[in-house]
């Protein structure tokens, strides 16, 4: 498992491609939910290929089911204020961990700033709903920690139901085949163009830089 906190993903070399931010509020055929809406709207806003690639990994989906996008870009103080704010939950828990054991354990749940994926505008946390609107069960909640939900966050956790391992792998078929990644420690989080997908794909330099 590749954590954000590998130096192999603060390796990759950054490029932007100019490629521009969309909002989804403006894309009917997916589905937005506002629960992490914020005043500016950048939840909404996702780079036009990420967009293209989850109406393609929509498209891709049994009938009847539809992806429900909870959050995209992510400016860069609201990913250090998650951050700091997990870490130090994590050390008042954890005394006697080390600082390299804290940072890696926080990067199991929110990516350190300067390789975050959602402050480029490449990622997206999503889950799946039926056509009512309706989500589905996959697990956890989405943003469950690993601390308490004892790792059933992962994607490839075993600790879930039968039904809620099937969603998970309905919606990832679609979302890889559509060119996307998944950090394995979150079954929601997916990303296109950023480091990490990068690292994973073998591409030479990132396709977007921080925003």
């Given amino acids: ?10 390796a990759v070399p950054s490029a932007d491609d100019g490629d521009p931010l969309v909002d989804l509020r403006d894309l009917p055929e997916l589905r937005l939910d506002s629960r992490a809406a914020d005043p500016a709207g950048a939840y ?24 429900l996008v909870v959050e995209g870009y992510r400016p860069y103080r609201a990913q250090l204020e998650i951050f700091t704010g997990y870490r130090e939950e994590l050390r008042r828990a954890h005394p006697d961990w080390s600082p ?11 990516s350190p ?14 889950t799946l709903c039926t056509e009512d609107g309706v989500e589905l069960d996959l697990g956890t909640e989405i943003d469950a920690t690993p601390e308490a939900s004892a790792d059933a966050c992962f994607t490839d956790s075993a ?10 792998q309905i919606m990832g078929a679609a979302l890889r085949g559509a060119g996307l990644v998944n ?3 979150e079954w929601w989080h997916w990303s296109y163009g950023d480091r990490y997908w990068a690292l994973l794909t073998g591409a030479p330099h990132t396709r977007y830089g921080p925003v």
Wanted: charged fraction near 25%; charge should be positive; hydrophobic fraction near 45%.
């Fill in 159 to 168: 600790a879930v139901s039968a039904t809620a391992r099937r969603h998970r």
């Fill in 113 to 126: 700033v300067e390789v975050a994926p959602h402050s480029t505008g490449g990622a997206v946390d999503l």
């Fill in 1 to 10: 498992m590749i954590l954000l906190a590998d130096p192999r993903v603060a």
């Fill in 100 to 110: 390299d054991r804290l940072h890696r354990e926080t990067t199991k749940f929110v």
């Fill in 44 to 67: 909404a806003r996702v780079r036009r290929g990420v967009a293209d690639r989850l109406l393609a990994a929509q498209r891709a989906l049994p009938a009847g089911l539809r992806l």
């Fill in 183 to 185: 950090y394995p420690t």
